[in-house]
Structures are given as C-alpha cells and as structure tokens.
C-alpha cells in the first residue's frame, strides 16, 4: 500500500498550502524556501495526474479534486500527531468544542473542569454558539448540536432528551397564590411566547393559549434561564440542563408536566475524525459523564 503512496514530503506541503492558500506562508511555516514548496507541489500533481490548485494572477485556489483530498490530508496528519503525543504518555495540542449555547453555559461550563483535570496537557477552547457550523471549514473539532441526530457525513452520540417545562423564580411563584392552576400562568409574563413549546405545553396541560400582550422577544435558552431567575417572567426550559437550577430553587418547576421533544442535543464530529486520540477522549469522558460515570461504547 505503501508504493501506492506519494512521498510524505510534497503531501505534508499540499496541506499546509491547502490550509493557508498561500506558497508563501506554507513556506514561512515548513521552512522551505517558496520555490521548493512551489517544486513539491509540481511533484505532487504529476503523480496525481491533475492539479490541485487553481493558479490565479493574484491568488491560488483548491481545483475540485484537491477539495476532496485537502480534508482528509489535514484529518490524517492531527491523528498522526496526536497518536504520537498519545504514545509519549499523554494527548496534547488544543481541542475546540462549539456548543449551543444553552449547553455550554449551562451543563457544559459545570463539568469541563473534570475533563481538563483528566488531560491537564490538552488545551479545551470552547465556543458558545448557536451559528451553524461547517467542519470543512472552520478549526472545530466537535460541536453540540440540538436537532434530531441526521447530519451527513457527521457521527452523532445522543447526549440530552429535549425535554422542557415551565419554570420561574420563587417570588413569580408567590404571586400565583396558594391554589395555582396551569391557566394562571397566563396572568404572568412569558418569557419568549412565540416559542412553539409554550404552545404545546398549554395544549397537553389542557389550556387555550393565546399570544400575550406583553412580549419578550429572547432567543437563548440562557438569556431566558438568567431572566427567569431574575423574576421578569416565567421561562419554558429543559430540565436537563437546568436540574442544578431547580434543585438549588434558583428555580421553581411549578408543575409535573414535562413534554421532550423530537429533537436532542448531540455529539457531533466528522466521521472520518471518530479515531483520533483527542475527539475519542472527549467523546468517552462526556457519554460517561451523562450515564452516571459508566462508559458507554461508541
């Protein structure tokens, strides 16, 4: 298989100029003078039988096919470097988790610091977003999703039901009176009320809902948890991400009625990363994190 193979060299400068689209910075980062780099990728295409840049006057881009080779190329060097760190007695380098950000200033910001004690050497950044995010683009090594776990190309481990309730400080709770029904929600505010949840919350707990005068317009879980327990109104949120929350009674679930929706949060990450040492540490630690510390297979 080996023979079949170009040599390591021209491959290790495809994909520094892949990433850079530049000869210039590939050179500055592999040391390389700008016409070997410009040489190896020569030798490159040769071998290839086609390019895999588009030489422009003022630019360079990747032709079609070396689009497809350039992911895998980039993929296949961090699992060299990792599997080599891992060897030396620990996974190193720097790990970039982007979650919703419901997830990840609510469970995920309580229980990373476990993770980073395990891998004290690894370097965790984690983004707070809820943009989508392109993995052929963008330096992101897993990610949190919310959706219903059917993303091509992508490998998705269940995490958390969607499952949501209403919930509000215990002050709003004081002015419901001692007899309070679903309906006298309505004589509160409701944090985000076009939000679809409040809609079929109301319908299984046997009430008409109408849109309310009063409207908040909030579209993170985690502006509408922080005003809720700020007492502007009463929030719908998951239970599984707010558990501390309403055992602590920094907020109260006024009612058993729990509906989950079709959708969940997700681990997601390229299927063609599942091996690395770095996406394989943190996929182990945070599926046995949510199965009460027993691993879980992947």
């Known amino acids: 298989m080996s023979t079949a193979l170009p040599p390591l060299t021209a491959i290790r400068v495809f994909e520094a100029v892949a990433r850079h689209l530049s000869f210039t910075r590939a050179a500055g980062e592999l040391g390389m003078t700008q016409a070997a780099v410009s040489y190896q990728i020569k030798l490159l295409e040769e071998r290839f039988g086609g390019p895999l840049f588009l030489r422009k006057p003022r630019q360079i881009e990747l032709s079609v096919a070396g689009q497809r080779l350039a992911p895998a190329i980039t993929d296949a060097f961090a699992l060299i470097g990792e599997a080599y760190a891992a060897a030396?007695?620990?996974i190193e380098g720097v790990l970039t988790v982007c979650a919703?950000?419901?997830?990840?200033?609510?469970?995920?910001?309580?229980?990373?610091?476990?993770?980073q004690l395990?891998?004290?050497a690894l370097a965790v950044r984690i983004e707070?977003?809820?943009?989508?995010?392109?993995?052929?683009?963008?330096?992101?090594d897993l990610a949190?999703?919310?959706?219903?776990?059917d993303w091509p190309g992508l490998q998705a481990h269940r995490l958390l039901a969607g499952d949501y309730t209403p919930m509000l400080s215990r002050g709003l709770v004081a002015r419901l009176g001692p007899h309070y029904t679903p309906a006298d929600l309505?004589?509160?505010?409701?944090?985000?009320?076009?939000d679809h949840w409040w809609r079929e919350w109301f319908e299984a707990a046997g009430v008409s809902y109408e849109m309310p005068k009063l409207v908040y317009n909030l579209s993170s879980q985690a502006v509408i948890n922080a005003?809720?327990?700020a007492g502007q109104g009463v929030a719908i949120l998951s239970?599984?991400?707010?558990?501390?929350?309403?055992a602590e009674g920094r907020l109260i679930q006024p009612f058993e009625l729990v509906l989950e929706s079709e959708r969940s949060f997700y681990l997601v990450y390229p299927e063609a990363r599942r091996n690395q040492p770095k996406i394989r540490a943190f996929r182990d630690w945070i599926l046995a994190e949510l199965a009460g510390g027993q691993p879980i297979s992947a």
Do not use: C, N, Q
């Open 88 to 90: 030396r007695g620990g």
């Open 100 to 115: 919703k950000v419901s997830f990840a200033t609510s469970w995920l910001a309580r229980h990373i610091g476990a993770f």
């Open 118 to 120: 395990a891998h004290p």
């Open 128 to 140: 707070a977003t809820d943009r989508a995010i392109d993995f052929t683009r963008e330096e992101t």
């Open 144 to 149: 949190i999703f919310f959706g219903t776990g």
């Open 186 to 194: 309505l004589r509160l505010p409701l944090l985000d009320p076009g």
């Open 227 to 229: 005003a809720a327990k």
């Open 239 to 246: 239970t599984a991400l707010y558990d501390d929350d309403l």
